[in-house]
């Protein structure tokens, strides 16, 4: 199946600093990438949708000026949490859809956990 | 009311049995259905989509309840390394094709 990648695989930061995520699709170009979110032991929470060169639409509840979002190619979306608490530290994964109208075409990247200190 | 609901588990079960596991969704409208797996700290895998007429793959067998909001997965002649966590995930209606809900995932540990 595709390949889709993320970096870093785990990080570590401060509260109050910044910490960029990136998705790529290597093998084919993603029109959408999805951001989700996991907390241990819940189930994969939808965090906003972006598709190439637009706005990102975010899932009600998820704060667009704390989580920003670009996906400025076909093939590369970062996210983007900004001023990190504690309460951030999650397992950020992203999803990439080739473009078919069937929603299971969406191939997910490995995570990345976000431990904020 | 969760929009997709699972038994967590964990479902502890002897190599070579057969689990069955079961999961339920609010939005009567929904479109696809399908079962991913998740190994631990790993992301979700699709294990299989899940069709109104039932289908299976090798061991596994998903069915689809439409009037009962009802979707089921069974695992046959379990081994080893089905060990892990099974999501059951909804694409809703009216919210976009691409949009999938997940379920919390209900817990597999195969002993030997």
């Known amino acids: 199946g595709a390949v889709v990648s993320q970096h870093p695989s785990r990080v570590i930061c401060k509260s109050g600093t910044s910490v960029k995520i990136e998705c790529r699709s290597l093998d084919f170009q993603a029109t959408t990438m999805f951001w989700y979110r996991q907390f241990p032991k819940q189930s994969l929470m939808l965090m906003a949708t972006s598709n190439e060169g637009s706005k990102a639409t975010y899932e009600q509840g998820v704060e667009k000026d704390k989580f920003l979002i670009n996906h400025a190619s076909l093939t590369l979306s970062t996210l983007t949490v900004t001023s990190a608490h504690p309460e951030d530290s999650s397992f950020y994964i992203c999803?990439?859809?080739?473009?078919?109208?069937?929603?299971?075409?969406?191939?997910f990247g490995p995570g990345t956990r976000l431990t904020v200190t | 009311r969760k929009e997709v609901e699972q038994d967590p588990g964990p479902f502890n079960v002897p190599e070579g049995a057969t689990v069955a596991f079961n999961c339920t969704y609010s939005?009567?409208?929904?479109?696809?259905f399908f079962w991913y797996r998740q190994d631990c700290r790993k992301e979700p895998k699709l294990l299989m989509s899940v069709y109104s007429s039932g289908n299976e793959d090798g061991r596994f067998t998903a069915q689809l309840n439409r009037a009962s909001q009802y979707i089921s997965l069974l695992i046959r002649d379990s081994k080893l390394s089905d060990s892990a966590t099974y999501l059951c995930?909804?694409?809703?209606?009216?919210?976009?094709?691409?949009?999938?809900?997940f379920g919390a995932g209900t817990r597999l540990a195969v002993h030997p």
């Open positions: 995930v909804v694409n809703p209606a009216g919210r976009g094709y691409n949009k999938l809900i």
């Open positions: 939005n009567s409208a929904s479109q696809s």
């Open positions: 999803s990439a859809g080739a473009g078919g109208p069937l929603a299971h075409e969406q191939y």
